[in-house]
């Protein structure tokens, strides 16, 4: 990490926590704009950086209180800072400032730091980075809308696969073959499951996710990656059942599982398997 020097770190620290602001407003406006989408006949595009009076996009308006539509400042949003210094609540109106955006932001730095801290200053940096925003977009916006949308998950599929042309992160018939079984796994397990309760336990976002994951990663990183998941999401439906008293049943997001087991593969993948292999 240190091998471009302290300057270096802290500009990709800057760069890692502006991601994070950028990244705040995407999970709050795409959507939206999704929705927006289903409702009129326009292009999703036009909609991201266009709109009629009264709408929102990734571009306008600029940034506002929630509550009181007040415009954010410039040192009002710094990332991180401006959180803590206001003490998460609005300069003008006193409302609180939703804690995902300080998040966000905190996470988009942390992992920036451990994908730096994994591969260094290689080739390999910029996609991996890319692919980690993409799972913290995806994993927030699941969380906050039970959605994995189409216009990232399938997209992050054909970057994986891109990636492993050039900068081989895998091997490349691994990464087809990853991304086929990635799908078709928990494609069947949604049937199977569906056949036997005629209910729906896993999302279609979740296939194309564990497809995009297995472009990235390869064949071998698909058990790791959903053993990880399972068990952080049984982890959170007990503890959610015994803190607020919710049913087992209630849904829960997979997508950041799917996430958290794709990070931990990415930064920890040796440890992963030294320790699979030697229980198995």
């Known amino acids: ?9 802290i500009l990709f620290s800057l760069l890692s926590l ?3 602001s950028f990244l705040g407003l995407f999970v709050h ?3 939206q704009i999704l ?3 289903a409702r009129s006949n326009r292009q999703l595009l ?3 950086f266009q709109t009629n009076v009264g709408e929102e996009s990734l571009t306008f308006p600029r940034s506002h209180c929630d509550l009181c539509s007040s415009p954010i400042t410039f040192l009002e949003n710094i990332p991180l800072l401006s959180f803590l210094f206001l003490k998460g609540e609005c300069a003008k109106c006193k409302g609180s400032i939703p804690r995902i955006y300080f998040a966000i932001e905190l996470v988009t730095v942390l992992s920036g730091l451990c994908v730096l801290y994994k591969v260094g200053y290689t080739s390999q940096l910029g996609p991996l980075l890319i692919l980690t925003w993409s799972l913290i977009a995806l994993s927030f916006i699941d969380l906050t809308n039970k959605l994995l949308p189409d216009q990232i998950t399938i997209p992050l599929v054909w970057a994986g696969l891109i990636t492993n042309i050039f900068f081989e992160i895998t091997p490349m018939a691994e990464a087809i073959i990853g991304a086929v079984l990635g799908y078709l796994s928990l494609w069947l397990l949604f049937w199977l499951y569906k056949f036997s309760t005629d209910k729906e336990a896993i999302g279609y976002g979740d296939f194309k996710l564990l497809a995009a994951l297995g472009a990235w990663f390869g064949i071998a990183a698909l058990s790791p990656i959903l053993l990880i998941a ?3 999401g049984l982890v959170f439906a007990f503890v959610r059942f015994f803190s607020v008293n919710r049913s087992l049943k209630e849904p829960i997001a997979f997508g950041p599982f799917l996430s ?3 990070f931990a593969f990415l930064v ?3 440890q992963i398997n030294y320790l699979l292999n030697s229980l198995i």
Do not use: Q, W
């Not at 990490?1 to 770190?9: E, N, R």
């Open 18 to 20: 502006a991601i994070g």
């Open 46 to 48: 036009v909609l991201m």
């Open 1 to 9: 990490m240190l091998d471009y020097g302290a300057a270096a770190l």
């Open 260 to 262: 958290v087991g794709a």
């Open 268 to 270: 920890f993948r040796e």
């Open 29 to 31: 406006r795409f959507p």
């Open 35 to 37: 929705e927006e989408n």
């Open 230 to 232: 399972a068990i952080g």
